[in-house]
C-alpha cells in the first residue's frame, strides 16, 4: 500500500470526512496536457477540466460525481484533417470496500459499470482521464467527407463494384436478362 499518492489530486480515503463531502476542480497545467493527449493519441486538447465532489455512502463506501469539459482534436478517419469535438458529460463512479471482481473468465458484463474497488486513494485525475478516453469519438469524421470508391479489375473484365456486391444485384441482372428475353 503506497503513501505516496498516484497524482496531486488524489484523495487517501483514510483522511476523508464521512460527514463532509470533498470537492474538486482539475484543470491541468500545459505539461500535463500535453501527456495527455499524447496517452489518447489526440490531434490536440485544447481544454479540459473535471468538477464535482467525493461524498461518503454509508460507512465504507464512496461516491465521486462529476462534471467533464473537454474539446479536443482528432484526425477524420476519412481525410485525415483535424476534427475538434466538444464533449461535456457527467460522471459517476462508486468505490466499494467489499467489491469483488468475478473470478470466472466468461461471466456477463454487470449493468453498473460505474462501481469499482475501493482502494487506499481515490484519485480524480484519473477517473477524469478514464472518462475522457470512455467520451472520445470513435472514428471522428469531418463534415462532408465521405469513402471514395475503389474499382479494381484485370484489363478487358468488367469491374465489380459495391452495388454489384449486394445481395439482391444478381437479380436485377437476372430480371434484365428475362425482359429482355420476352421482347
Not at 461535456?88 to 449493468?111: C, N, S
Request: aromatic content about 4%; glycine content about 6%; hydrophobic content about 40%.
Amino acid at each position: 500500500m503506497s503513501k505516496l499518492p498516484p497524482s496531486d489530486s488524489a484523495l487517501r480515503v483514510a483522511d476523508l470526512s464521512q460527514n463532509t463531502p470533498v470537492t474538486f476542480l482539475i484543470r491541468p497545467e500545459p505539461a500535463h496536457l500535453a501527456v495527455i493527449t499524447q496517452a489518447l493519441g489526440l490531434t490536440a486538447l485544447r481544454k479540459l477540466s473535471f468538477e464535482g465532489h467525493l461524498r461518503a455512502v454509508g460507512k465504507t463506501d464512496w461516491r465521486l460525481s462529476g462534471r467533464l469539459g473537454a474539446t479536443v482534436v482528432q484526425p477524420c478517419v476519412v481525410t485525415l484533417e483535424p476534427v475538434t469535438t466538444r464533449i461535456d458529460k457527467d460522471i459517476e463512479r462508486q468505490f466499494i470496500a467489499d467489491y469483488a471482481d468475478p473470478e470466472d473468465p466468461e461471466v456477463e458484463m454487470p449493468e453498473d459499470e460505474t462501481s469499482e474497488a475501493l482502494g487506499v486513494w481515490i484519485d480524480p485525475d484519473a477517473v477524469m482521464q478514464e472518462a475522457l478516453a470512455l467520451a472520445l469519438p470513435d472514428y471522428p469524421r469531418k463534415d462532408g467527407a465521405e469513402l471514395g470508391q475503389m474499382v479494381y479489375t484485370k484489363p478487358g473484365d468488367v469491374p465489380m463494384t459495391d452495388e454489384d456486391a449486394r445481395p439482391f444485384a444478381g437479380l436485377a441482372g437476372l430480371k434484365a436478362q428475362l425482359d429482355k428475353g420476352s421482347d
